[in-house]
């Protein structure tokens, strides 16, 4: 079990030097060149460091505090995000909870759609001229009308906004524990609130983790809700690492900002890894039961969660209902937020659909974010799975290295790749990659590795490693195992982060303006060229057609592959009961597989 | 039934994804051989351009298929498009970018990655507007000081931006800007730093000079984000502040307000749109020919026609709106040592964000 045997033991494992093998030069070549590159030009300018980026950034009042300010949101979402997405979590599949159906649908509104429509629209309801404002004021007049704003209303906003990693992963890590385990300790006299405590929420931890990770990351990259909602107190770092990376001169500040937030990061992620270590995050049961939903005995309690689960559930479509009211509004109304039924048209559709480059745009976002999404996820399916099992030095240098693309922000990854491959470059063969379509397609991938790895090892976890063993004992290879037991058990997160990838890269902007191939346009080119000039008023009307039209596309994606995984729950216990029955692999002393450290605590169970 | 489809579904999803796996490479190698070099994309020009939005890349497109030019256009903000055009010099996709103002285009020009050429117009345009040598002038704008003419009368405005901050019936009524990374921002701060040059002062700039960026962040209605600043002259948040010319009288109509501008005695800092051939371009006789084409006094009087621009080709002129040109004809055009702001507007915009910005 020491950490140099399993590295041997990872050496002879011909699988493990393949994935090995490509894995080192994808990263060497994608993740760690480029971005020496291009941190090397710009803290290095002249061959020489000089202090002057952290001297600059330090001595500013300003930077310092919105440096505070993305901090102190990191930390705050951290903890509220985590409450709410547990609270939706709980109610729409743990309790029984009148209408959870609809429920679930009004709190996956986050699915479609966020940035700086949501603010938007979070501000058409509760802004000083919002809905829920004018009637406050109505029946209070003496109410400050720009009660919404500041760190308070971005908390609120971003916590609304960012359950969607709870709904997708943790609900699904829920569906898997043993309802025999919650049986047992109701038999034993154990209250819903003890069982929830002590045997429920223990389970989920690997996934929480993960979600705690992002959750702190996207408080870190607060961006719009702080500019919309956020006043002249609460302003987040995030605008100005913007501003600093595209003014030549100033990109070392952008830098070291982009640096020191994702140090910030990694070392959330090294404190919640040590976290998780050591736990067994799956059922040691010959066989589990599925989950079924839990009475809320207290009556007052269950009258408390009914109301606030409704309550959640107003806040959260409210802001959608309205964005695609807005949408067809003209861009006046919009900004001064008149919205009157009867000018509702079509004009702003059909001005938005109507364009010369047509339907195009929205072809090559699908079929790029597609590509993107897919290769990132079944890559990632080895990698995540070998860095889950063997926990070694080896696997922590290579896991933290695939989290570098959360370090920088992605124009300058852009403009990393574009410095590295504008010349035939042995890493690529002597290719060229500047002017392909090919450079974006590597972009996109490598933005979307560390999110992807995350989740995927998250799920990994909460996979009972006995039934890997059974398979292995009965002669089952390696690839065979893999394919035929491990990824029908994590294929319903895999779908889920496949499908958010996609939802993620269908409009991006920051790196395809860098590496787009002019013939081969994306969606985020036509978006911003629509949409800025900023706030013209048929830019803003398009920003609102394009959310909804985004809101569509990502919707049917959701619908199609989360609908269908959803589908699949109710058969999802056949593939491991079945390469499990013949076998009578969990009863196997540990000892016959060496390797395997998980296994070695069998008793650990549920604590 | 149920079982059995799940796992064939499931064994293809694991067969196609497995083979990605392994795929993760390849599409760095396969991809090449498909994914053709822009340069070798047959004959068309790809042009990078700031100046697309609003129908104009559209119009461009169609214009120049009439006259013969296959050309693709690429929009980006004006920084992106200059950080784009530098960061691809050694390996250039475009062959000709345009609608960046001399400032931009400057930093483009001092990265070695335009290509020296005379347009067929030259003599027909202010060589002063752009370099007379790499960028060449097509359009002008004026960056200026509007206010709410409806709530203040013309006596009662403010007859300068330092106005604004000096005196109290202004302050907290005037827009400010929350970044410095638009060019129409660059150009206000331009046209105000440039007045207290003091080349012992700090980036050359004397101690008065950055007290009036104090007093302007100080005194200012922060701008906020997705939000017109005519809709909140509208709504009654703010009622003046920062516009290029050629918005305004667009604005007035959808928001139902009237704005008039500030002229101040100093004249108004002019922000001019350029064209230029970009260095290393694959097509360059074909590019040099549609720049001919596209700055022909022609093509930009029907440009100026139908977007309400002001032309600098003097021959387009009689094209251009009689108001625009009127506009611009009695325009005092603000003396400002170009090659002064562009050496260190970087450094001012740096210094602004860092310390001035609340």
């Known amino acids: 079990m020491s950490g140099s045997s399993t590295v041997r033991s990872m050496a002879r494992s011909p699988f493990v030097l393949v994935v090995g093998v490509i894995l080192t030069w994808f990263i060497a070549a994608f993740l760690v060149w480029p971005n020496v590159n291009i941190l090397m030009a710009t803290f290095f300018p002249d061959g020489s460091f000089s202090g002057r980026a952290a001297e600059k950034l330090f001595s500013s009042q300003r930077a310092m505090k919105a440096l505070g300010n993305s901090f102190l949101l990191a930390v705050a979402l951290s903890v509220t995000v985590n409450l709410v997405g547990v609270f939706i979590v709980l109610v729409t599949h743990y309790f029984r909870i009148r209408g959870s159906r609809i429920l679930f649908l009004g709190y996956a509104s986050t699915f479609i759609y966020g940035g700086i429509v949501l603010a938007a629209g979070y501000k058409f309801i509760y802004g000083d001229k919002g809905i829920v404002t004018s009637l406050l004021v109505r029946v209070f007049p003496g109410m400050d009308p720009g009660w919404f704003s500041g760190f308070f209303a971005v908390l609120v906003v971003m916590t609304f906004a960012t359950t969607t990693n709870h709904m997708l992963f943790v609900a699904n890590a829920l569906k898997g524990i043993d309802y025999q385990t919650i049986e047992a300790a109701r038999n034993l006299g154990a209250s819903t609130w003890t069982i929830l405590r002590r045997i429920v929420l223990p389970m989920l931890k690997p996934t929480l983790f993960a979600v705690t990770i992002l959750s702190f990351l996207t408080g870190l990259g607060a961006l719009s809700a702080p500019q919309v909602l956020g006043g002249r107190e609460f302003q987040t770092i995030t605008p100005m690492i913007l501003t600093f990376t595209n003014s030549p001169t100033s990109r070392d500040l952008a830098a070291l900002l982009a640096v020191i937030l994702g140090l910030a990061t990694m070392l959330m992620l090294a404190v919640m890894s040590r976290l998780e270590k050591g736990g067994t995050y799956f059922s040691v049961s010959k066989v589990s039961s599925e989950l079924q939903k839990q009475e809320i005995s207290n009556p007052v309690a269950n009258v408390a969660v009914h109301a606030v689960a409704y309550l959640l559930f107003a806040i959260y479509t409210l802001p959608v209902v309205l964005i695609v009211l807005y949408s067809f509004a003209d861009g006046a109304a919009i900004q001064t937020g008149q919205l009157s039924l009867a000018n509702l048209t079509l004009d702003n559709y059909i001005r938005v659909l109507t364009q010369q480059s047509g339907l195009r745009p929205f072809i090559v976002s699908v079929v790029y974010s597609a590509l993107a999404a897919v290769i990132a996820v079944g890559g990632l399916l080895f990698v995540a799975r070998l860095l889950q099992k063997y926990r070694n030095w080896v696997a922590s240098t290579f896991e933290y290295l695939l989290h570098i693309p959360w370090i920088l922000p992605s124009a300058l990854l852009a403009l990393g790749l574009i410095v590295s491959y504008d010349h035939p470059n042995p890493l690529v063969g002597g290719a060229v990659l500047t002017g392909t379509t090919v450079i974006l397609l590597i972009a996109f991938v490598t933005v979307k590795i560390p999110f992807t790895l995350r989740m995927l090892k998250a799920s990994f976890a909460a996979v009972n490693s006995s039934l890997e063993e059974a398979a292995a004992i009965m002669g089952a290879k390696t690839l065979y195992v893999f394919r035929r037991i491990l990824l029908p058990l994590v294929l319903p997160a895999a779908a889920a982060i496949t499908a958010l990838n996609f939802n993620s890269l269908l409009d991006d902007y920051d790196t395809a303006i860098f590496l787009a191939h002019p013939l081969v346009q994306p969606l985020g080119l036509v978006i911003k060229a629509n949409t800025d000039g900023a706030e013209g008023t048929e830019g803003i009307a398009n920003t609102f057609v394009y959310t909804v039209l985004l809101m569509v596309i990502t919707g049917v994606t959701m619908y199609l592959v989360y609908g269908r995984s959803g589908r699949r729950k109710g058969t999802k216990r056949l593939p491991d009961a079945a390469p499990g029955q013949p076998v009578p692999g969990p009863d196997l002393p540990p000892a016959q597989a060496p390797a395997e450290d998980d296994a070695a605590r069998p008793a650990a169970a549920v604590r | ?358």
């Open chain 2, 1 to 358: 039934m149920r079982t059995l489809k799940t796992l064939v579904a499931a064994a293809v999803a694991a067969t196609l994804l497995a083979g990605c796996g392994g795929g993760s490479t390849p599409p760095a190698s396969s991809g090449e051989a498909s994914g053709a070099p822009a340069a070798a994309s047959g004959d068309t020009l790809v042009i990078y351009t700031n100046s697309n939005g609003e129908g104009r890349g559209d119009w461009l497109a169609a214009k120049a298929a009439e006259a013969g030019y296959k050309i693709e256009i690429v929009g980006a903000g004006g920084a992106d498009a200059t950080n784009k055009l530098i960061a691809e010099k050694n390996n250039p996709i475009a062959d000709v970018a345009f609608g960046l103002n001399n400032m931009y285009f400057s930093q483009v020009k001092n990265e070695g990655a335009l290509e020296a050429y005379q347009p067929a117009w030259a003599g027909e345009v202010d060589k002063g507007l752009g370099d007379g040598e790499t960028y060449w002038p097509l359009v002008k704008q004026a960056i200026l000081l509007g206010y709410n003419s409806d709530k203040i009368s013309k006596d009662a405005a403010p007859k300068d931006w330092t106005d604004l901050w000096t005196k109290d019936e202004f302050k907290s009524r005037y827009e400010r800007v929350t970044g410095l990374g638009t060019a129409t921002a660059q150009l206000v701060f331009a046209g105000i730093l440039s007045r207290y040059r003091d080349d012992s002062g700090d980036l050359g700039i004397s101690d008065d000079g950055w007290k009036q960026v104090e007093e302007y962040f100080k005194n200012g209605n922060p701008a906020v984000a997705k939000t017109d600043l005519f809709a909140r002259i509208a709504s009654g948040d703010v009622d003046m502040g920062q516009m290029p010319s050629s918005i305004i009288a667009d604005r007035e109509k959808s928001f139902k307000v009237n704005v008039d501008t500030v002229t101040p005695s100093v004249g108004v800092p002019l922000a001019v749109e350029q064209l230029a051939l970009v260095k290393g371009s694959k097509k360059k006789e074909q590019a040099q020919k549609f720049i001919d084409w596209f700055g022909s006094a022609e093509v930009q009087g029907e440009f100026a026609q139908k977007f309400n621009s002001m032309p600098v080709n003097k021959s387009a002129q009689a094209k251009a709106n009689p108001e625009v040109v009127d506009f611009f004809a009695d325009l005092k055009q603000q003396d400002i040592d170009w090659d002064f702001v562009q050496k260190n507007m970087g450094a001012w915009v740096e210094k602004i964000e860092l310390e001035y910005m609340t």
